[in-house]
C-alpha cells in the first residue's frame, strides 16, 4: 500500500489532453513540493517535474503540473505515442525520524 | 554530464546480505547540495525508497527497512553503498541509485538500475 494515492491505469488518444492524480496528506503533499516521473518500459525513472509545476531542461511544455491542498495532478496535452509509460508521484514525508520519500503507487498510461 | 552506475552481485541467497555499491562519474558526491539515494522496484510493481545518505555520512531510512539497511559513503572513491541484511524471496528487485535533493525528492539523476535476484 502506497502512501500516495494514484490511479492504477489511464488512457488517451493521440492529441488528447488527459491528467493522472495523486492524493496525500498534510505530512507529504500538503506541507511539501511534488515531483513526477516518468518511467518507459526497461528504463530508470526520468524526473518530468519537480517543485510541483518546474519541467526540468528538456522535458517537452505539453508536461505540465498542478497541486492544491493534499493532491496534485500531472497533466499531458497533445498525448503521443511515446508518452506510454508509467507515471509516478512522490514528495518528502515529514515523519517522526525526520523527512522519508514516499512514491505513488504508478499510473500505467496507456496512448489508444 | 554526472552518471551513476550501481554494482554488485545479481544473485543472493535467502537470510544473507545484499551489498551493492554506486560510482559517482562527472561530479563530486561532496556537493553540500545533494543526497545520495537507494530506491527498488520488485518486477511489475511500482518504486520504493530504501534510504539516502548525505556526504558527511547522514543518513535516512524507510521506517519499514530500517533495521536491515545500512548506507555508507566514501568520498575517496566518490561511492556509495547499500547493505540489506537478512533477505528473502521479497528483496527481488532492480535496484537503483540516484542523486536527490531538495527539489528532486526521489532524484534527478538516475543509475541505469541492477536486479537482484534473492534465490537459493
Known amino acids: 500500500q502506497s502512501v500516495l494515492t494514484q490511479p492504477p491505469s489511464a488512457s488517451g488518444t493521440p492529441g488528447q489532453r488527459v491528467t493522472i492524480s495523486c492524493s496525500g496528506s498534510s505530512s507529504n503533499i500538503g506541507s511539501n513540493t511534488v515531483n513526477w516521473y516518468q518511467q518507459l518500459p526497461g528504463t530508470a525513472p526520468k524526473l518530468l517535474i519537480y517543485s510541483n509545476n518546474q519541467r526540468p531542461s528538456g522535458v517537452p511544455d505539453r508536461f505540465s503540473g498542478s497541486k492544491s491542498g493534499t493532491s496534485a495532478s500531472l497533466a499531458i496535452s497533445g498525448l503521443q505515442s511515446e508518452d506510454e509509460a508509467d507515471y509516478y508521484c512522490a514528495a518528502w514525508d515529514d515523519s517522526l525520524n525526520g523527512r522519508d520519500v514516499v512514491f505513488g503507487g504508478g499510473t500505467k498510461l496507456t496512448v489508444l | 554530464q554526472l552518471q551513476l552506475q550501481e554494482s554488485g552481485p545479481g544473485l543472493v541467497k535467502p537470510s544473507e546480505t545484499l551489498s551493492l555499491t554506486c560510482t559517482v562519474s562527472?561530479?563530486?558526491?561532496?556537493?553540500?547540495?545533494?543526497?545520495w539515494g537507494w530506491i527498488r522496484q520488485p518486477p511489475g510493481k511500482g518504486l520504493e525508497w530504501i534510504g539516502s545518505?548525505?556526504?558527511?555520512?547522514?543518513?535516512y531510512y524507510n521506517p519499514s527497512l530500517k533495521s536491515r539497511v545500512t548506507i555508507s559513503v566514501d568520498t575517496s572513491k566518490n561511492q556509495f553503498s547499500l547493505k540489506l541484511s537478512s533477505v528473502t524471496a521479497a528483496d527481488t528487485a532492480v535496484y537503483y541509485c540516484?542523486?536527490?535533493?531538495?527539489?528532486?525528492?526521489?532524484?534527478?539523476?538516475w543509475g541505469q538500475g541492477t536486479l537482484v535476484t534473492v534465490s537459493s
Open positions: 545518505i548525505y556526504y558527511s555520512g547522514s543518513t
Open positions: 562527472g561530479g563530486s558526491i561532496s556537493s553540500s547540495s545533494y543526497y
Open positions: 540516484a542523486r536527490q535533493s531538495r527539489i528532486a525528492v526521489a532524484g534527478d539523476y
